[in-house]
Structures are given as structure tokens and as C-alpha cells.
């Protein structure tokens, strides 16, 4: 139960920050729900803006400095929104040592991005992970959600290239 | 951390670098040493301020165990044997003290806290006329929009008293620490400059607790900033007493 | 529940399972799931549908097998024969040869051989009903035993019995540091105070690890079980998995098995008749490995940046919102059920004098067979890489095997013999650490091995003490230079001097385990660090001495 007057308004009318509502509610708008909400709010949006910090913010009755503090803390938050397409290198130990260095390389000249950044047509995201936790198919990508075992380099920039080419959009 | 509040406050009695002292159970190290005169080096430690425990500095030996403790977060025990100095940890002090130099640009001779600074009084107290360790030298930004305070980043070492202070002290919980590792930083609000932060109150607590040039005053000029840090305990006393 | 009504549930169950002639298990976990093993277990449906064999054949998705790098994996009856590189090709043929329990002669190439050191050598206990059991389905779990030794603990033992069948059985903690359980759960019974909570530390951030998500994904009511049997021994009520955000299906597997938990009874108010009330909530990391750390864990918890406190106080007497609470990883509470079934002297009969039971590695890098194994603890390093991982590929030499992640360190081949346990992997400058285990052939160097561990730590500290968080740096920063060939030998000096002092002051195990990985190498591959400190110094004289022309780079040939 929110103790205090009604439950702050969302920041927009679109529909999705319902399901950010609900997981507050769920958490009794305590505090201590940060973390949940923030995961809700990027599911929903895809990232976490300004707006969106600041109606979290409101309604579990946590500090500005906090939330801001918590979402740039975990690497898994995001405060930019994200490219139409994920590509996700591993960079665990297994993976590192099987060489999934060389692999980021390669996409990142073929990308023209860094690791954490999105291409300027937003059509791309490169991620890092530290270790998706498929170490015996080391080296691991995942593009767009789908994990590709044993990455053959060459192979993923062929499938990068006809997703940057918008070949891949239905 | 006080144990002055106990009203069956028991005294124990240990051995701090030889002395023999007497102090109320309940004290950590720190406290029971400063309180017997023995000085015990601090960055992030302040008497009014909850613990931290970030600077390592107050780092001690205790007799029977071959790790190091945190003084400030270490309570007395009956019978204890702590030794403040040695030349380990002399050693590890003069590091952390060097990793903070090298890790942010601290220029003293063009630092409104030159001569006021409580890393540069470290540092010479504990000797280190040399950095031995790589400068990183990273480009850090100076939130120079308040009207009456200045935040520059590259002389905060991250010991969060002005964090504490804020939240704990005052109330207002406009500062925290965004980031994490080597890229931590302190940030107002959501990373706002400091003038849209709607949450500050230009108490100016941040600024007095602040132990570099981080948080000065404007319009000082160098080596003029001066910062009063009295107002703390005094503050934390008149809480407790109205509460 | 009612207590008989767990037998009967399991009975109707076995009964369900027998009326059916053929069981195929097909691999559901994170790893095969990425080899398309969901068109795998698709397809047979298909079959089976377009066949008529409903009845007689039945196709349940399975926790993993083990050899995860030969995936998806998928297993006839219960053990033999077991596939493996299984495609939805594959099918068909698979059901044409159910009938012979050596499997379709034609599939010879995909045959697992079960006699193989790799399952022969492998003692189950936590991971004996992982590739049997469907995780998703309450029932089948219980026909495989779920459950009965919660029932048992409730109905027939006190806290304190709990608590000395887990101290005899000599389990310490498989986080890492080797805690002994017992005692962590009797200083948590004993603490005071109104309310208690059990934490399972599903946070697996180990880089090269996936023990943890296995169990969650393959056994999750093993998970639940085990924290619902440590809640009664310490006196709490409610329970928090603290589950990584990265590990999307152990999550879906947890909370079904959850929610199915409740439904049956099995969590919730008066457990099976008792007046043991016990909850489980999940909460979601997001990315920090500090995470892993007890009290950064707990600030998680309660919705904070995930940043470690001093202790004392521990979390044993003061935890999650101040109160007493119990953390232990997914794999100790795992191998709680077993414990409490066969009894604290059959666990304590596995394993050497001060570590028993079983442990679980994944055993990954430069080996023939990489996946997860459950070993007895003191088995030798050396056969789990030669026999169990079948050695390094053909045409390179082992170099190093590296344990414990980022706050472990690199063993060499000397080494190899010592039997695998906490204080002999401690005597070697490395630690036993949540299981991972990546074998390194010639083609690494260590210096690189260092870098890759420091980059992690450095980036994984959480910023609040300054020799975690400049001093990672610093290390990072000269091992960076050494492997770009600008190091001079005094760096090494310098180098074991800041990792002394970083391990010494740190605040938290991140930052005082962080200089392992450096000074393993530097123990046992100084080799690795001369030659690049050499080669730089030989390649910067020739680039003096040799013709440069002004614009172009100078070539980087060794003379020698």
C-alpha cells in the first residue's frame, strides 16, 4: 500500500509503465524494490531514461542520487536506448582464451563501434558480456538473442553485415 | 558507533602500541586510540558521519592474527594487542596515499585548499615526497554552475563524507556516487549540474566536510579555503538529544 | 500437504512413468538450448505424434548431462544410450532404434560412450538426478525423491539434529571460501532476534563458471528443498534467491518451480502439517560480481549500489534489513537434501579428511571433453584434465589449469598431483572458488592470463576502497605494459609489491583475492613475464640500431 496520497503519475500515457506499476505494487512501493523496478522499467522500454528514474524515484519514495547511483552501478542497466539488433560478444575465460578477443575485434571495425555502443543508424548494439555461462561452447556470441556455439568469425560478420544491411528486418 | 549511550557501559582494557589503556566497551579502535592521544591516520573517517571503511589508512595489526584490521571498524576487545605502527604498514600507507595522488590530477600548488588539505597533510606526515607509482592522468570536469560552491573531480578521492553528510546530516540526499571502480564519481541528483539539483539546499555541509580541494567555496583563491568540520558531532549530539 | 501424501504423490507418479515404455531426455539447458536442443525436443514430439507412439514413448526436456561441449545431448531411458551433436536430422533415426539398448548402430558416430573416465570417474550426489529429471514438472521431481527429505527433517528431527547431520557430514561452503555449513548455520540458530532469513547466492559471476546455473536450471526444487531444510535448522521464515539477470532460463525454472511448490504445499504456511512456515522470493543481480560478496549481496538485496561493508557485524547476526541470515551458495544447499537422505557419515565417507563429498567444476579451455563433472574432492588435478577431460587437443602441451576465477590462480604441470582440496589448492597460491576450471594450452601466456583476470577485477570493483579500486588499476595497467613489450624487470618488483599490499588492505574477498591470478603466474610462469620484458627490450635496441626511414613504422623482428 502506498502510505502517502496518491501514487505519482507515469510520465507519459503509453501503456507499458502499467507493467512497471505492477511491479511496484507488487513490492508494496518499498524502497527496497529499486532494483526490481529498474528491471521492469528496461524490459518494458529498453532503457532507463530521465523520466523514467524520476517517476521510479517518486513513487518508492527513493533519492534522485540513489536511483542514478544504482542504475550506472550494474552493468546490466542501460540509460541509452539500444540498437534494433543485439550482438552480444563473451568475453568469459573460456571464451577469452579460445580467442573471443579476436572476435570482438573483427566486429567492432567491421561495426565501427566500441564494445557498449550502439551504430549511429541505431540499428546495432555491441555488447560485452563477462561470462554467459556457456563456457563449454566457448567462443560464445549471441546475436539477437539466438547463441551461436563455437563462433566462426567469419560467420558472424557475414550475419552482422545482412542485419546491418537491413536484410534481416521482415 | 558510540557506546556512550549504554548506560551499563562497562570498561575494558587493552594495549595499544605499548600503552596500557582503560576505554568504555563498545569503542572501535580508532575511537579508544584517538581517545588515549594515539592518532591513528584517516581520510574517510569523521566523528559525526556513519563508518565507511574505504581508505584503508586506519589499517592496524592486532596480535594473534596475521591479517590487518580497519581501526574505525574494529571494536575493543578485552585484552587486545593492536600495534598502530610498523613498517608494513607504514609501507601500505605511503601506497595508498601515493594511489590516490596518481589516481585524479592533485596539483596543490594551484589548489584553493593548498596548506588546508588534508591529503597533502597526509602526505607529509606520512613522508612521501615521491610517487613512484604511473600518474593516470584522466580528464575530469569541474561543475563550476553553482553559485556558491564548486565541485572539481579531480581532486575528490571518493571517501563520501559529502555523501554521508548530505543524506545522513542534513537530509537531503542530493549527492551519491555514480559508476563503479576507477570510474566512480560523485553526482548530484540524476548526474545534473549541480545548480538544477532540486534537492540541494546550499547548506554548504558537503563543502566544510570535504578533505581536499574537491568542494570549495567559490571565489577562493588558492590555499584560502578553509573548512570547519566542529558542526558534525555537535549536530549529532542536539539530534540525539531531541530525539 | 499431508506428510503421506508426498509417498502417494510419487507413487501415481512412477506409476505414470512406467506405463510408458521409452523416456527420451532431451537436454534443456542454457547450453544445448543454444544448439536449437527446443527443435530437438519439437521434432521428436512430431515424430512420436505422426507415429501413433503417444502411448509408449514420451519426450521430457532434461537438465544437463555433463558433456556440454559435445551438445545438445540427448539421453534414452534412463542412462543409455545417450547421443550426442544430436540434430533434428537425427530424429527419425533415434526412434527406429529405441528398441536397442545399444541405441541405432546407424547413429554410431553419435553414441556417448558412457564408459568413458569422463562419466565413469564422476560421482553424483548433487547432480544425480540432473539428465533424469524434467525441472519443470513438480511431479517428476518428486517421483525422483524431491521433497522426502524435507518431510523427514520436519516430521522426525529438531533444528539442532538438522545442524549436527550437517556438521558431521563435514560439508563446508561451495562458494568458494569453504566455510564449514554446519557452523554457519548453528551461529545463525543461534543468533536472536524476531525474524530470519536464508539467502541462496545464485549470483555466479565467476567468469568460466556454470555449475551454479546447471543446478538452478536442471534440479531447481533441489535448490528449494535444501534452503527450505536450512530455514528449520536456523529458525527463519522466508527465503530470497538471489539469481543473476543473465541467467534468464534459471530464473523461468526457479519461479515455475516455485509456484509449483506452493501449489503442492511443499512452500507456504504449516508444511506438511508442522508449524514450519517457509517463503521463497526471488530477486534479480544486474550485473556486478561484488555481488557475490555476502554483504554487497545484501545491499543488492535491499535495493542498493552493490557495495560491501566492513564486517564485523556478520551477516550471521546482522543481514538483510538488519536481521540474522543465512547465506549459502546454490550448490551447498544442493547437496543438503542428499545429505539429510543417506546420512551425514555416507557424505563424510567421500572426499579427504577436511573437505567431503563431492564437488562440481566446469571444465572448459584446452581439453577434449569440456563440460561439468561431479568429482569426489581429492581426486588429482591431473586426472581430471588427462582422464575425465581426455587431455589437451592433439599437437599442443598442457600449460596451466586455472581455478577459482578471477580470485584464484594459474597451477602448473608440477602441481598436478596434489589431491583437489581447499587447503592444498590454498597451498599453491590458488583457491578451490565456486568450480570453474579452464585449461591452458602453449598457445596462452600467462601474462595475457593475468591481464584478462585484472581488467576483470579492476572493472568489477566496486569503487569504494582505494586499493581495490586504484590498485587494480595500477596492477592492470603494468601487466598491460609488460605484455605490450614496454616492461622493465624492475616492473616485477613493483608488480608483487602492490599485489601484497592490494590483498593486505583490501575491504572486501574482490579486492583481497584480486593479486592471485598475478601472483600465481609470476610464481610459477615468471618465464612468460622475462621473455616479454626481453623481447620488448631487444626489439626497442633494434629498432635504434637498425635503417628506419622517416613515416614508416619500424618492423617488429626479433634479433637474436
Known sequence: MYPTGPIPKPP??????????????????????????????????????????????????????KIQGVATFYHHFTLKPQGKHTCVVCLGTACYIKGSRQILESVQSQLGIQGGQTTADGRVSLLVARCIGACGLAPATVLDGQVLAKTDTDLLLKRLQSVTDGKAES | MNGGKHATAESITLTIDQNAISCRNGLSVLEAAREHG???????????????????????????????????????TEGMVIHTQSPRLHRYRRTIVEMLLAERNHVCSVCVSNGHCELQAMAQRLGVDHVHLPYRFPRLSVDNSHDFFRLDHNRCILCTRCVRVCAEIEGAHTKDVKGRGIQAAIIHDLDQPWVESQTCTSCGKCVN??????????????GEMIKKHEFLPYLKL???VHQ | MKPEDLASLADKQRAINAACKHRIGVCTESGCVSSQSDQIAAKFNELVKSRGLQKDV????????????????????DGAPMYQNVTPEHCAAILDGLDSPLGNPQLRHLLCDLNQPFFRRQKLVVRSNSGLIDPEDINDCIAHGAYESLLKVLTELSPTDVINQITLSGLRGRGGAGFPTGLKWSTVAKAGGPSKFVICNGD??????????????????RVIEGMAIAAYAVGADHGVIYVRAEYPLAVKRLTRAINQAMRHELLGNSLFGTRFNFNIEIRLGAGAFVCGEETALIASVEGNRGVPRPRPPYPANSGLYGCPTLINNVETYATIAPIIREGAAWFAAIGTAKSKGTKIFALTGAVQNTGLIEVPMGISLRDIVFDLGGGVPAGRTFKAIQTGGPSGGCICGQNLDIPLDYESLAAIGSIMGSGGMIVMDDTSNMVDVARFFMEFCMSESCGKCVP????????????????????????????KELCEMVKATSLCGLGQSAPNPVLSTLRNFESDYLALIEKGRADREAALSGPHDSGTTVPLEVIS
Open chain 1, 12 to 65: 507519459s500515457d503509453d501503456k507499458r509503465w502499467r507493467i512497471v506499476e505492477a511491479t511496484m505494487r507488487r513490492n508494496g512501493f518499498e524502497p527496497q524494490a529499486l532494483i526490481e523496478s529498474l528491471h521492469s522499467v528496461q524490459q518494458a522500454m529498453g532503457y532507463l531514461d530521465e523520466p523514467a528514474m524520476k517517476w521510479v524515484a517518486a513513487c518508492l519514495r527513493v533519492p534522485l542520487s
Open chain 2, 38 to 76: 594515539i592518532d591513528i591516520p584517516t581520510l574517510c573517517w569523521l566523528e559525526g558521519l556513519t563508518l565507511w571503511g574505504g581508505c584503508r589508512l586506519c589499517m592496524v595489526e592486532i596480535e594473534g592474527s596475521p591479517r590487518l584490521f580497519a581501526a574505525c571498524a574494529t571494536q575493543c
Open chain 2, 209 to 222: 566536510v570535504c578533505p581536499t580541494g574537491a568542494l570549495t567555496h567559490r571565489g577562493t583563491a588558492i
Open chain 2, 238 to 240: 542536539m539530534r540525539e
Open chain 3, 58 to 77: 514420451r519426450v521430457v526436456g532434461v537438465g544437463c548431462m555433463g558433456l556440454c561441449g559435445n551438445g545438445p545431448m540427448v539421453k534414452i531411458d
Open chain 3, 204 to 221: 555466479e559471476g565467476d567468469p568460466g563458471a556454470f555449475m551454479d546455473r546447471s543446478v538452478m536450471e536442471g534440479d531447481p526444487h
Open chain 3, 468 to 495: 581495490c579500486r586504484v590498485g587494480t588499476w595500477q596492477i592492470h595497467h603494468l601487466l598491460d605494459r609488460i605484455y605490450k613489450g614496454h616492461g622493465a624487470p624492475e616492473d616485477l618488483v613493483l608488480l
